[in-house]
């Protein structure tokens, strides 16, 4: 399952939010993608409520493509999910979650069709899911969990897989990419690979929707990358970030705000690398190995991962500028090209002109010179006749000239319209520049 590359809509959905975000800080998120028309949050009741969503409508249809790339980025301590609305407007607050179609305030549960039995066996209970899909393909069941957990662990355990035999130097974004493409939308993943006993890296995906597990299931076996992957259910839940308080969510939010400002004022080169130089030192210190780490770098590493999805988008907008720029060279070429045609045409139609008149003058000449040869009398006529052809030389001469008269005063008129028109496209340029600066800010 691949996603659109053209979005069909001006209108992100977002969900998986933090209770504690706000409209002004989904704002600074999404700014640095396009020009935002209007964002909303919905529930408006905050009370009891585990988690919004959002609606996000922005000027530009391809901002809802690049917006989708920001799924999975940890904002404040959850990672959300991004997807088309389907919409260019967004709708309000009770008609999507009366439908269904959006999440809603409360935690989120199995299917109707999944069912929970708990049995005891040699003294300790047991529960096991009962999923009929996976029994009409023939699928493994859901292996069985303790009786006490509880029930939110269980709808996270049940969107879990296990992955195995991954090569060692695959990397997240590409567990991500390769199960967006293939089987569903993922919205965690775990992935170990730093241990050098091992021969393969292995990962725990969840998805957003426990329909996709029958179909990760099926491609038990698939070859990624020389390897066949290893997809079984998973027996435990990726450990999430741990929840913040709001005032440490409000510095975490104001700390973000303040590094992106740092980023713009920082030299070209460090731009266009990405990072400030705070976050290079912090690359290039060693790494260390620990086996259990403290919730801090957990959040860190989050916050690093964080800036380096917005550094892609930058560089993807920064592509999609330059895109633009070769494009309005290209018409700005194709346009000097035409005024070399039109020149040399009319350079033909001079040398054209010119030697029209080479050949009236030899022809003139001639007649001259024959009429010299003549008698007096004849010499009379020939003079009345030459009268005449000065007469008419003169006039078709007059002509000429008041043919290049105009031709000369069109050509002017021709490039002071092409000079206005380049005019009007640099200031429309510059506008851009300027709108698009003022966005950003």
Do not use: W
Not at 91 to 115: K, W, Y
Not at 175 to 200: A, H, I, K, W
């Amino acid at each position: 399952m691949g996603s659109n590359s053209d979005a069909p809509c001006k209108v992100l959905h977002v969900s998986n939010i933090c209770p504690t975000v706000t409209r002004d800080q989904l704002y600074q998120l999404f700014a640095i993608i396009g020009r935002i028309d209007e964002v909303r949050v919905y529930p408006t009741d905050t009370t009891n409520v585990s988690q919004k969503f959002a609606f996000v409508k922005f000027e530009d249809r391809d901002s809802v493509s690049v917006g989708q790339h920001l799924t999975n980025t940890v904002f404040i301590d959850r990672a959300v999910v991004c997807v088309p609305a389907g919409t260019d407007e967004i709708p309000d607050e009770h008609s999507p979650l009366a439908t269904g179609t959006l999440p809603g305030s409360g935690p989120r549960q199995l299917p109707p069709n999944l069912t929970n039995e708990v049995v005891e066996e040699e003294g300790r209970q047991l529960m096991y899911t009962h999923d009929p899909t996976l029994t009409n393909l023939a699928l493994p069941p859901y292996p069985p969990l303790p009786g006490d957990t509880e029930m939110s662990k269980v709808e996270e355990i049940r969107r879990t897989i296990y992955v195995g035999n991954l090569p060692k130097n695959v990397s997240g974004d590409d567990v991500v990419d390769f199960f967006n493409s293939y089987v569903g939308e993922v919205m965690y993943v775990r992935l170990t690979s730093g241990n050098d006993n091992l021969p393969c890296a292995y990962a725990y995906v969840e998805f957003s929707s426990q329909a996709s597990v029958p179909t990760a299931l099926q491609n038990d076996g698939i070859d990624y990358e020389g390897n066949s992957l290893r997809i079984t259910h998973s027996r435990v839940a990726i450990i999430k970030p741990q929840r913040k308080t709001d005032d440490q969510a409000l510095a975490e939010v104001n700390e973000a705000i303040r590094n992106q400002k740092e980023e713009k004022n920082a030299p070209l080169a460090s731009t266009r690398r990405g990072m400030s130089p705070r976050r290079r030192s912090r690359t290039r210190s060693p790494p260390r190995r620990r086996r259990s780490r403290s919730p801090y770098d957990r959040d860190r590493r989050e916050r690093d991962r964080e800036r380096d999805r917005e550094v892609r988008i930058r560089d993807y907008c920064d592509r999609d500028r330059d895109r633009r720029d070769r494009d309005r060279s290209k018409d700005r070429r194709r346009d000097r090209s035409r005024e070399r045609i039109r020149d040399s045409s009319q350079d033909r139609e001079r040398d054209r002109d010119r030697r029209d008149r080479d050949r009236d003058r030899k022809k003139e000449k001639e007649r001259r010179d024959r009429r010299r040869s003549r008698s007096p009398r004849k010499d009379r006529k020939d003079s009345k006749e030459r009268d005449r052809d000065r007469e008419r030389e003169r006039r078709d001469r007059e002509r000429r000239e008041d043919k290049d008269k105009d031709r000369r005063k069109k050509r002017r008129e021709e490039d002071s319209d092409d000079e206005e028109v380049l005019r009007e496209r640099l200031l429309a340029n510059k506008r851009e520049r300027e709108e698009a600066q003022h966005g950003a800010e």
